[in-house]
């Protein structure tokens, strides 16, 4: 894989949690963000597929067995027995 270097401003207290972090998981600064911006980027594809998946189910409807009819009034839905 190529890889290229970029600069980060971040805020020294956050620097100073993520070394503190990845010291923890034994791990590089670097391989801690690339781990979280993946991780990030794959639930974001996730969500658009799935959310796709299930705008495709709502446009085609679901067989509620009326065969498209209402056979219940207004009155009868809201009847108090």
Do not use: C, W, Y
């Not at 207290?13 to 998981?25: G, N, Q, T």
């Not at 974001?44 to 067989?63: I, M, P, V, Y």
């Amino acid at each position: 894989m190529e890889r290229q270097n970029i600069t980060l401003a971040l805020p020294k207290d956050l620097i100073k949690r993520a070394k503190s972090m990845a010291v923890s998981e034994d791990k590089s600064i670097s391989q801690l963000l690339k781990e979280t911006l993946e991780k990030r980027l794959k639930d974001e594809t996730n969500f658009k597929s799935a959310k796709r998946r299930q705008l495709a189910l709502l446009k085609q409807g679901f067989d509620l067995g009326t065969k498209g009819r209402i056979t219940a009034t207004r009155e009868m839905l809201h009847e108090r027995g």
